[in-house]
């Protein structure tokens, strides 16, 4: 969850490496920290704590010359954040290391090397990881030998980039279970944690695979396995833009992010339906052998990707007909699970780095599956070059910590592979064709849902003085009111909680009184009436409602309810529109309340190790 950005060029690196420290800071911002190898071949170093901001000032005020550096933004796993953990750590003035991962034998690494004279300057686990390449390089006085030697001793995941004073001209890199790219230029090349780091510089990458050695020079990347017999990685062209991860006229990525989203929503259709079905090979061109044999599907992912998997459930089972389970990654990959039979897994990761649903990935291979298919938003990342099958959801960079688009267009690609899967299992035809016909509507529908914000922006002071939240949902909306609770709580550190309407009465309300905002959004469907009168139960006890809900819904505003009204939408793309109330609701929340909207305290965008 950490952001590592190196390079060894002609030119100082060191205005490169902090441009890009800003474009990894949603994945950490405890500290940051830069090495640089001067001219006079001297390692030098500047840490600070808190956001990346800080460490530029100090930069702006004694700059580091050199064209050999590495850089690193932090969120902390082993230690708290302070300027003495944070990275890169140094060892004997000689090695400098950064590191994204966890080393999970640390502990027994630093009492060897206590017991062989090495200090301890940290509590983080990545100091033991410079030690240990010092302690084999006054053996080799060979950097990538002392590194590929040294992971050899290492437990646990990592992303590597160590340099060393005695060579001025290279970089060392390895990758084991943690994200890195090499971007290459033009009499210089350089690494990062994702390509957005490095745009501004380049646009032409190598992907490191697991197991991955690498050294840098300026004029040359060599690629190696662990025994140092060369590795071929084919390079690709990003056509992903520099200006895409810029804020423009927006307060804040998020709100940015979430006016992106009927963009991002006509992108992920495109050239993938047609007006009467979903061809199989939009998933890639296996699909066509494996879709006619799914007999069940078994969804696995974290945090909104999981929310998006439980809407799924309910597509797939009414539409498709076919049995889902949804499960959390943490969980499903340390249990033993009976796998149905002709059971394809699917896997929702925006970064396709989850360590978690990478590991569950990587057990499922074993486990007798019919396949495996992800949906995601990076290409070339590990889930997608693990599974059999996926999907894209060209939701373009998302920057904010808390999603939106990626979690819109991980519905619209759920909904797309329920339409697949349907085909194959008796789904009519008028029904698929209804239901593009809906999609093809969608970016309209959310255009009308932005057109609330305003609306939605007063109603937030309401939320200014309040500690706890309440959201409810019945059926397909469920799964929509826990992304919302999770959305208020991320960014504006109100406690919120979701439930199942009807499950009320078996323990929620007791916490219902006229401080607990109750928020849902009403469906048009044959629960309506069931919610209705779960919640007059919430307004029998003096809790505060208040409602999206369309006109036809009956629901009036009175002293203790607040009825928002929203657009009528078809009810096979309701739940995707309905959640942009909420993440305007959280969004202005947030603002009125003063977080740090687009970095929220203890989280990090991309959750790369366990």
């Known amino acids: 969850m950490c952001g590592i950005v190196g390079g060894v060029a002609q030119r100082d690196v060191y205005p490169i490496l902090i441009e890009g420290l800003k474009r990894l800071e949603y994945r950490g911002y405890d500290s940051s920290g830069i090495a640089v190898v001067t001219p006079q071949q001297e390692l030098q170093r500047y840490r600070r704590v808190g ?24 969120w902390a796993t082993h230690g708290i954040p302070s300027e003495r953990n944070a990275h890169p750590h ?22 060897q090397q206590k017991a062989q004279g090495f200090r ?30 040294a992971i050899k001793d290492f ?71 662990e025994d140092l017999q060369p590795r071929e990685r084919p390079v690709k062209t990003s056509t992903q833009s520099d200006s895409s991860s810029e804020r423009g006229q927006f307060k804040h990525y998020m709100l940015k992010e979430i006016y992106e989203q009927p963009k991002a929503i006509v992108n992920t259709l495109q050239h993938r339906i047609t007006n009467s079905e979903v061809p199989d090979n939009v998933f890639g061109q296996t699909a066509q052998d494996i879709f006619p044999h799914v007999k069940a599907v078994q969804i696995v992912a974290c945090g909104t990707s999981y929310h998006a998997g439980l809407v799924a459930k309910y597509w797939l089972e009414s539409y498709a007909q076919i049995p889902c389970q949804v499960e959390v990654a943490s969980e499903f990959r340390y249990r033993d699970p009976v796998v149905p039979e002709h059971c394809l897994l699917v896997t929702i990761s925006q970064s396709g780095e989850t360590a978690d649903t990478l590991a569950a990935l990587m057990k499922s291979k074993t486990q007798g599956y019919v396949g495996s298919l992800t949906v995601c938003n990076v290409p070339e990342s590990s889930l997608v070059r693990e599974s059999d099958l996926n999907l894209m959801t060209e939701a373009g960079p998302e920057i904010g910590v808390a999603s939106t688009k990626a979690f819109t267009t991980q519905l619209v690609g759920l909904m797309l592979m329920t339409l697949a899967l349907g085909k194959h299992r008796g789904m009519p035809q008028e029904k698929q064709a209804e239901i593009i016909h809906c999609l093809h509507g969608l970016p309209g529908y959310i255009d009308d849902a932005l057109n609330r914000n305003e609306q939605i922006a007063s109603l937030c002071n309401e939320f200014l003085d309040k500690s706890h939240a309440l959201f409810l949902g019945r059926g397909v909306e469920y799964p929509i009111a826990m992304e919302g609770a999770l959305k208020l709580k991320e960014i504006s550190y109100i406690h919120a909680e979701a439930y199942p309407a009807g499950e009320l009465k078996h323990g929620p309300l007791a916490l219902v009184d006229e401080n607990m905002p109750v928020v849902t959004v009403a469906p048009t469907n044959e629960l309506l009436e069931k919610l209705r009168s779960n919640l007059e139960e919430v307004r029998a006890r003096g809790g505060r409602l208040y409602v999206f809900a369309e006109d036809t819904t009956g629901f009036d505003d009175s002293e203790d309810i607040q009825v928002i009204k929203i657009d009528p939408v078809p009810r096979y793309v309701a739940p995707i529109v309905n959640v942009l109330y909420l993440q305007l609701l959280s969004y202005h929340t947030a603002v009125l309340k003063g977080t740090d909207v687009d970095q929220p305290r203890n989280l990090a965008k991309s959750v790369t190790v366990e």
């Open 51 to 74: 956001k990346v901001s800080a460490l530029a000032e100090a930069l702006d005020t004694a700059p580091l010359p050199g064209g050999l550096g590495i850089a690193h933004t932090r």
């Open 90 to 111: 140094i060892c004997n003035d000689h090695i400098a290391v950064v590191h994204n991962g966890i080393i999970e034998n640390f502990e027994a690494l630093r009492e």
């Open 120 to 149: 301890f300057t940290s509590e983080t686990d990545t100091e033991v990881i410079a030690h240990q390449v010092m302690h084999y390089y006054t053996q080799e006085q060979d950097l990538l030998k002392s590194v590929q030697r």
């Open 155 to 225: 437990k646990g995941a990592y992303a590597l980039g160590v340099i060393c004073r005695d060579e001025p001209e290279t970089l060392v890199i390895a990758r084991e279970g943690s994200p890195l790219v090499v971007g290459l230029g033009i009499a210089e090349n350089f690494i990062a944690s994702d390509v957005h780091a490095l745009l501004p510089v380049t646009h032409r990458f190598i992907y490191l695979e697991n197991g991955d050695i690498g050294r840098l020079t300026r004029h040359r990347v060599e690629l190696f396995d």
